[in-house]
């Protein structure tokens, strides 16, 4: 656990490679990886490679699979790599950063002085099983470019002892929001003291974490334009106020690695495993839209130059050269914004393709306000950015303040969590053949430059701006400097700018401006409703789109006289005005909502209209079915939260309908749910299903996707899952209780791996018809999945923790405090079954001497035990006091003090 107390650093400040005046013999750029890796690699004989045991070598995922002995992958200097790069006429590529200065890098952020902030995953699959991965080991370090030659020499590590963080936000003078993996938790994490570390550690925001592996986890945290935070994997979204941080729900962004915006606040999110973004049709509150034809035939070709066919789908996505077919493994995005490269490339959506090692550059086609997309250079057989180099890993991407646009690359051997990687896996044969496996601890950040376009040199200092200043940045060119500028006034909360940014909204001769200072106005809670109107009646089809979504504020702090907008706005000649105020209205529920979307429909037959408003009276349809008394109130309950966890999770590969999600080429991600006779039949499949996991071909069909064990949940949200695939998408069955589930994994609980089809179905009963400083100690500590360790401070995360037997008397966990303190609380969640039958709590100022505080019987859920404060104390343990059927769990425990 990344506790302030670990991760203020207290040794060396500098991490940079330029020291007062004193320059290196050699630059980290000649400086080649290989050089610090065991020789022997590179000598013959070469690895012998088997097939592994049980591989159906005529399946379409090992047929024609070549595994004869190869020579190793060496790794290169970055100036090296650049020669390996395939570039677009007159562009150019450049690092500005790389190892050992940084290692695993996976996304970066600027702050409002320019300053990068590096999210370095220094865990990130080690080794083949993903040893230690959520280890304390990663960190967030900051760089400057001091002399001003355009690489970031001069670095400090910001905020150090972290578990896997999930992204970094800039969050106005030396401050960032961050989460780490398995916490259900936001954190302010400050720099009081101006020495450059994170001193001071404060709660932002709760409720937004999610367990599992730690690419299904949330990440990507961004601000938008309409002054609201947005995740991936979250249907819900956030937003700072002076008087506190307040939650909405929103869409389900499916997006797995990468969250970004337009200049006109859509916010794209990027699948992972999809390989496609999601998101972008309209802006992710407004919920999901399905359009035919969005992502264009030849979308998700890839034009690989690599070679390899060291990817997770196998044989089946390789082309005859064994390069990549089927983009499957996309993080990091970016919609080009800034200024210092061609206009072409402004507002195109950029992204990364790290299994094909190369940068793709998708446009989009506006028709009747819908948006289709494809790559660029597809009649070209081409890419944006194409590498020979295997370990090119491009993971995220930013347009800069300097105007250009850069990219983060791990630089690195594997880039698949290990769940894909385990012993029999095709994926894991391709990476012990090329040795890829130790090519670990790299990393390098790129920039892409024009030929004749410099890039800008002035620095921002928005920290140091007065709000004057900082007004003129809303009409840079550069939607870096809009976008923080907007920021930066919103956190500033001064009022004084206001007379000045309505005369900015209001008759400024750039658009962009005037919806920046429209929406900074919204953000300083000074938005006036005859504002919202005047861009209402603007000519700029823009303009007018904005005034709508930025009037839902008002709207929803009680001026119901804004319905009238939309309303007349259902009128609009321009599609993309009229389309968003069925959407506006939509979300708030006006009067008479249904009643607009069908006369709006009657009145205007334009395909985006026809599209989107038949798809809102859909969702009207779904909402009210499930208000109405089809089930019993239990049911109703298990129905309802298991389609918001279907929804955001479930759905990026069994698809929204239940249809599955498809994978190129006639395939699916994994196997539809709708008429499924193994979901209809005995619900003991689909629960030991996602307890455990499932492999391999499911009816002699091959899917891309993996289904993973879901244990780490508790027995209600299975059995939430299970009853709401049952009983949706045309299906009709029985729901299944908590009880059951939790029979089921009690009669399991031995089991480690996923089941093949033909071991799950030789199981399931036959239907005789159709078939951080804190130190932390524990009596027994189970794993907890791949990459995880016997680790008992999971107890205090989303994660959690258990015990690797069931429950004696005498079990024990232990908690160690820095400093004394009055306790007088602990609470923490054990699920629905493995509760302490009763338990005690003991205090203790040395560790030895015990004193008995509480005992209590634990329940399903929920414990909390209370005692009167006996002085201060360092130690606290919570100890069995009977012998149990079930392990002993705890997750998100907390301990109080007065």
Not at 180 to 203: C, F, I, M, Q
Not at 352 to 365: A, F, H, Q, Y
Not at 459 to 479: A, D, T
Not at 800 to 822: A, C, D, H, R, Y
């Amino acid at each position: 656990m990344g506790y302030l107390n670990k991760i203020i650093v207290s040794s060396v400040l500098l991490i940079g490679f330029t020291f007062g005046c004193q320059k290196p013999e050699r630059s980290p750029f000649d400086v080649s990886p290989a050089e610090s890796m065991d020789p022997k690699r590179l000598s013959e004989p070469y690895p012998i490679i088997s097939i592994p045991e049980g591989a159906d070598l005529e399946s379409k995922i090992w047929k024609g699979i070549d595994l004869s002995p190869k020579p190793p992958i060496v790794p290169v200097s970055a100036n090296e790599q650049k020669r390996s790069f395939i570039l677009k006429p007159r562009y150019r590529i450049n690092p500005v950063l790389s190892e050992p200065q940084i290692r695993e890098p996976a996304a970066i952020q600027f702050d409002g002085n320019g300053r990068m902030y590096v999210l370095e995953l220094r865990s990130y699959m080690q080794d083949l099983d993903a040893t230690g991965e959520l280890l304390p080991t990663s960190r967030i370090s900051r760089w400057e470019d001091l002399d001003e030659d355009g690489v970031y020499e001069t670095g400090i590590v910001f905020l150090d002892s972290l578990v896997f963080p999930r992204f970094v936000v800039p969050f106005g003078p030396n401050s960032i929001l961050s989460m780490e993996s398995n916490e259900d938790h936001v954190y302010r994490y400050t720099d009081t003291d101006a020495d450059g570390k994170a001193d001071k550690k404060e709660l932002f925001a709760s409720g937004l974490g999610r367990s599992g592996n730690v690419e299904h986890q949330i990440s990507f945290m961004t601000w938008a334009l309409d002054n609201w935070m947005y995740s991936t994997y979250n249907n819900k979204r956030i937003r700072w106020t002076p008087t506190g941080v307040i939650q909405e729900p929103s869409g389900n962004p499916w997006g797995q690695w990468g969250v970004t915006q337009d200049d006109y606040g859509t916010v794209f999110f990027q699948d992972g495993a999809g390989g496609v973004l999601q998101g972008f049709q309209f802006p992710i509150v407004y919920g999901n839209f399905q359009v035919k034809g969005a992502l264009k035939d030849g979308f998700r070709i890839p034009y690989s130059l690599v070679r390899l066919a060291d990817f997770q789908p196998g044989m089946q996505e390789a082309k005859p050269d064994g390069s990549l077919s089927n983009v499957t493994g996309a993080a990091g995005n970016d919609v080009f914004r800034g200024d210092r490269l061609p206009k072409d490339l402004v507002g195109d959506y950029i992204y990364g393709e790290p299994v094909g090692r190369l940068v793709r550059r998708i446009g989009t086609e506006k028709v009747d306000g819908l948006s289709y997309l494809q790559n660029r250079y597809v009649e070209e057989s081409s890419e944006f950015i194409q590498s020979t180099d295997p370990l090119f890993r491009p993971v995220d991407m930013a347009t800069a303040p300097d105007g250009t646009l850069y990219i983060v690359d791990m630089y690195r051997g594997i880039i698949q969590e290990g769940e894909w990687t385990q012993e029999g896996s095709y994926l894991r044969t391709k990476i012990q053949q090329y040795q890829m496996d130790d090519i670990v601890g790299n990393g390098r950040i790129w920039r892409i430059s024009f030929e004749g376009m410099p890039r800008n040199t002035q620095k921002p200092r928005m920290y140091e701006e007065s709000s004057k200043e900082l007004i003129r940045h809303l009409e840079h060119p550069n939607g870096w400097w809009r976008d923080m500028a907007q920021q930066t006034l919103i956190l500033n909360q001064d009022k004084s700018i206001v007379p000045d940014l309505i005369k900015i909204a209001s008759t400024s001769s750039n658009e962009l401006a005037r919806i920046h200072a429209l929406w900074t106005l919204e953000g300083l809670g000074e938005l006036k409703s005859d504002l919202v109107r005047k861009f209402w009646l603007d000519p700029n089809p823009k303009i007018r789109m904005q005034g709508l979504r930025a009037s839902e504020t008002l709207y929803k702090y009680g001026d119901k006289s804004i319905s009238e907008l939309y309303v007349n706005a259902s009128m609009d000649n321009n599609p993309e005005v009229a389309i968003q105020s069925l959407l506006s209205a939509n979300v708030l529920n006006i009067d008479q909502l249904e009643k607009l979307i069908k006369e709006t429909m009657k009145k205007n037959t334009s395909n985006g209209i026809q599209i989107i408003g038949s798809q809102l009276l859909e969702k009207m349809e779904e909402a009210k079915k499930a208000s109405e008394t089809r089930f019993e109130k239990n049911e109703l309950a298990l129905f309802v939260k298991g389609k918001s966890i279907y929804d955001n999770y479930c759905s990026t590969c069994h698809g929204p309908k239940g249809l599955g999600s498809p994978a190129g080429e006639g395939r699916l991600i994994a196997p539809p749910f709708s008429g499924s006779q193994r979901i209809l039949g005995h619900p003991e499949y689909a629960v030991k299903v996602m307890l455990h996991g499932l492999k391999g071909a499911i009816d002699s069909k091959e899917y891309e996707g993996v289904m993973i064990a879901m244990d780490s949940n508790d027995d209600a949200y299975i059995a939430s899952v299970v009853s709401y695939i049952r009983n949706d998408f045309g299906n009709t069955g029985t729901f299944v209780t908590p009880e059951f589930v939790s029979k089921i994994r009690t009669e399991t609980a031995k089991r480690k791996n996923p089941y093949t089809f033909e071991e799950l179905m030789g199981e399931i009963p036959k239907s005789l018809n159709y078939k951080d400083n804190w130190k932390i100690k524990a009596s027994s500590t189970a794993l907890s999945g791949v990459g995880s360790t016997k680790d008992p401070s999971y107890a205090f995360s989303f994660k959690g923790w258990k015990t690797e037997t069931s429950q004696e008397p005498g079990m024990w966990f232990i908690v160690q405090l820095p400093n004394p303190q009055p306790l007088t609380e602990v609470q923490f969640d054990s699920g629905k079954d493995e509760f302490p039958i009763s338990y005690s709590v003991f205090i203790s100022s040395d560790g030895n001497s015990w004193t008995k505080v509480a005992e209590e019987k634990g329940r399903p859920g929920l414990n909390t035990l209370t005692w009167e404060p006996q002085g201060k104390s360092s130690f606290l343990k919570i100890e069995t006091n009977s012998k149990g059927d079930h392990p002993w769990s705890m997750k998100k425990l907390t301990i109080f003090s007065r």
